[in-house]
């Protein structure tokens, strides 16, 4: 199913760097083995937006307690869900490292980077109006929040290398799916002609 999303990928666009913010999906220690081949490209994808002086938010995906903060997760992962505090909670060293402050992090506690957080005060704090979303997994947190993002009414960018999942036909499957009808599909090289073209 190699590259089998481009046959739909009908739309081609570059992010406005006046108007984008780049989130970064749930790179933490618990999926550290899935986000391992993509993680220069999510180091890329992040100091390419630093320099356009884009605004990076980085999500962790956290559950404060398994008896109290558990929702559907909890029965459809049969409890094993990342638990604050814990070292699988953190964000992976490379990507701490990029963090620049608290007001970056957005901790969640289901697949949308936007349900119950403040994600969304956020960005129309500072006027966004188109996303990238970058990280894993790609067919759940990161598709939730694209798809959620879109409904929301702000344009998607959605990279194809800089996320990852459990195999490639789910990897695919997503990018079938979003490019189809909810985002235009971009990756390092097309972020940087786009993004830093002086």
């Known amino acids: 199913m190699a590259s089998s999303w481009r046959k739909y990928e009908t739309r081609k ?7 984008v913010a780049l989130l970064v999906i749930d790179l ?15 180091l890329t994808t992040i100091d390419i937006c630093r320099r356009a002086s884009i605004p990076v938010f980085f999500t962790r995906h956290v559950h404060k307690s398994l008896a109290t903060d558990t929702t559907m997760l909890g029965e459809w992962w049969n409890g094993d869900l990342i638990i604050d505090g814990t070292p699988d909670s953190e964000l992976i060293p490379e990507i701490k490292r990029q963090v620049n402050g608290p007001d970056e992090v957005v901790e969640k506690n289901t697949y949308s980077a936007f349900h119950n957080t403040c994600l969304q005060e956020k960005l129309v704090e500072i006027g966004v109006e188109e996303v990238i979303v970058i990280g894993v997994m790609t067919n759940l947190c990161c598709e939730t929040t ?15 290398d800089a996320t990852a999942t459990v195999n490639e036909e789910l ?10 009808g909810f985002a ?3 990756d390092c ?5 786009g993004l830093l073209r002086n």
């Open 28 to 42: 933490q220690n618990h999926f550290s083995s899935m986000a391992k081949p993509i993680l220069h490209n999510a």
């Open 171 to 180: 990897h695919d499957a997503t990018l079938m799916n979003l490019t189809y």
């Open 146 to 160: 694209a798809r959620e993002a879109f409904v929301r009414g702000y344009r998607v960018f959605f990279s194809t």
């Open 184 to 186: 235009y599909l971009v």
């Open 189 to 193: 090289d097309r972020l940087r002609r």
């Open 13 to 19: 666009r570059d992010p406005n760097p006046q108007s």
